[in-house]
């Protein structure tokens, strides 16, 4: 692999274990296009694979997390497309935004640290951790040019959204902020936009400080068990549990029962064991 990741639309840059990647198109306060999709879809491949990204915090460049969906080269320029043509393009935004966030094989944070509009709300809702600023905006705004929030931006929402909350928003269009945001469970909280980089570094190092084939299996298996039976689940994460003795490089279980129970160095309610190498 190359050093270069991300291309013009996405810019990522690297910090001790934390890939800080970039919505990057701030004259166009980050409206997600064609263009970014693809690049967007092919730096987060590039990334599960790279050891210099150990957490992912997605932004956005200048003052906007995302105004959403671009207006102009993802709805009204592919008007004249065919449905074929259509579909292709819809499809490559739901990849990088659902499916490749979901199951990116790290801890992901998205930091809203701006304007976050309609389809801006996939990725928030597709990270492991969402943090905000005071004062992001947030907006399901399609309702003001009279579409609705499809790419599945609704069902993203209601996940995290109760009804009372989402439909209102929804149906206003009303905008809110990340205090609000926080409240309603959107984001797990809100801080003030001075503090929001450094608030987001701490919380990526924090995760870089686990056991990374744990944190690896909670993920999946927490996306995983939303879709199973109480039976089934129940079996799944027993055997996910035995998959990670097996996997697990560090050998963090044994690691830590020695350093609670033998040692007496350390105590797993607090905090992590130590690593050694
Ligand atoms: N799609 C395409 N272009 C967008 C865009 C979007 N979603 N959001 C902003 N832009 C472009 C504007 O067209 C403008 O381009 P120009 O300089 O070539 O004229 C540029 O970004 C700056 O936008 P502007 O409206 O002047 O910025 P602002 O800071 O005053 O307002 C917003 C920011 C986000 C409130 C406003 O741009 C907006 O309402 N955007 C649309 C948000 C939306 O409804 N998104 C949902 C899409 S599903």
């Not at 690896?216 to 990670?244: F, G, N, V």
Request: charged residues 25%.
């Amino acid at each position: 692999m190359t050093d270069k990741v991300g291309g013009n639309t996405v810019l990522v840059e690297f910090e001790e274990g934390i890939a800080w990647v970039s919505l990057n198109r701030p004259e166009k306060r980050n409206a997600m296009s064609p263009t970014l999709n693809k690049e967007m879809t092919e730096v987060l491949e590039a990334l599960e694979i790279d050891d210099r990204c150990g957490v992912l915090v997605l932004t956005g460049a200048g003052d906007s997390f995302s105004a959403g969906m671009d207006l102009k080269e993802f709805f009204r320029e592919s008007d004249r497309l065919p449905p074929e043509a259509w579909g292709q393009i819809a499809r490559q935004a739901q990849i990088w935004q659902m499916q490749r966030l979901k199951n990116f094989p790290k801890p992901t944070i998205a930091m809203v640290n701006g304007w976050c509009f309609g389809g801006g709300f996939n990725p928030v809702v597709s990270c492991d951790i969402a943090l905000a600023a005071n004062e992001a905006t947030f907006g399901l705004s399609e309702v003001n040019w009279g579409i609705i929030p499809a790419g599945n931006v609704l069902r993203s929402v209601a996940l995290k959204m109760s009804d009372t909350n989402g439909l209102y928003y929804a149906l206003t269009g009303d905008t809110f902020n990340g205090v609000e945001a926080a409240q309603m469970g959107l984001v797990k909280f809100a801080v003030p936009q001075a503090e929001l980089k450094e608030k987001t570094r701490e919380l990526a190092k924090k995760l870089l400080s686990k056991n990374r084939a744990a944190i690896r299996a909670i993920k999946h298996a927490w996306r995983k068990q939303e879709e199973m039976s109480w039976d089934a689940s129940e079996d799944y994460l027993m055997a996910k549990l035995d998959q990670l003795r097996l996997t697990d490089p560090d050998k963090g279980r044994s690691q830590g029962m020695k350093q609670f129970l033998d040692d007496k160095t350390y105590r797993p309610g607090l905090g992590a064991y130590e690593k050694k190498e």
